[in-house]
């Protein structure tokens, strides 16, 4: 049973072009971190959120975190062929010591 | 954040040999690293927490004595793959978790294996 699901799985998309990928669960998380995933390369962390309800900006990237932390979003405005990637959402389930969950992933295509 | 490392990058090995992949901090003293198991197109999905100074703890479904985990330093943890088989070939990723929990995780590289 896959914990973390996020959707959609792939997404491709023009240069110019917004998008939003959801990441959900039926558990409660201390904490959930948003990683993009370059092929051949380990994931990069973006963002950390721990706060039910906290949004955080990273240029182009704004990520939400749920009021009740079981799910969390991630909206790119304008994006770039440089945005292309795997898209990895992951958390530490509330109760279970510093293990960190993965989401199924959402792989991101950014075509000029 | 923490800067890690891997070595080697990708390895091709033939089945029934062992093959041992290096994870570094080169900037943090990492009490506790953690690796990873990816295949194509897939997640990430933990295999063992590597504990250092002490025995690593496992996932559910990992055979200890196939992916002999060693934290002997607080800057280096190795996956030795013992035995490999063409199933095992996979993208194996490590990282070190940093703060009071860990809840943030700095991931090496990666190490592409082939077992012919």
């Known amino acids: ?112 | 954040g923490a800067v890690v490392s891997q070595h080697p990058s990708w390895v091709i090995c033939k089945s029934g040999t062992s093959v041992k992949i290096e994870c570094r901090s080169l900037d943090f003293q990492a009490t506790t690293m953690f690796w990873y198991r990816q295949f194509p197109k897939q997640s990430l999905m933990l295999m063992a927490t590597s504990n250092e100074g002490s025995k690593a703890t496992y996932e559910q479904g990992v055979e200890k004595d196939k992916f002999l985990i060693n934290h002997a330093s607080l800057t280096l943890s190795t996956l030795t793959v013992t035995s490999a088989h063409p199933e095992d070939s996979s993208f194996y990723i490590c990282s070190v978790g940093v703060g009071s929990h860990y809840y943030e995780q700095y991931f090496g590289p990666g190490t592409r294996l082939t077992v012919t």
């Open chain 1, 1 to 112: 049973t896959q914990l973390l699901e996020q959707s959609p799985q792939f997404l491709s998309i023009q240069e110019g072009e917004n998008l939003t990928v959801y990441c959900n669960s039926s558990s409660v998380f201390s904490s959930l971190q948003w990683y993009r995933q370059e092929p051949g390369e380990g994931p990069v962390l973006l963002v950390t959120v721990v706060t039910g309800g906290e949004v955080k900006k990273l240029k182009r990237l704004t990520f939400q975190f749920g009021d009740a932390r079981k799910d969390s979003s991630l909206h790119i405005t304008a994006a770039q062929p440089g945005d292309t990637g795997l898209y990895l959402c992951a958390g530490i389930i509330t109760g279970t010591a510093s293990k960190l969950t993965f989401g199924t992933g959402t792989r991101l295509q950014v075509t000029l």
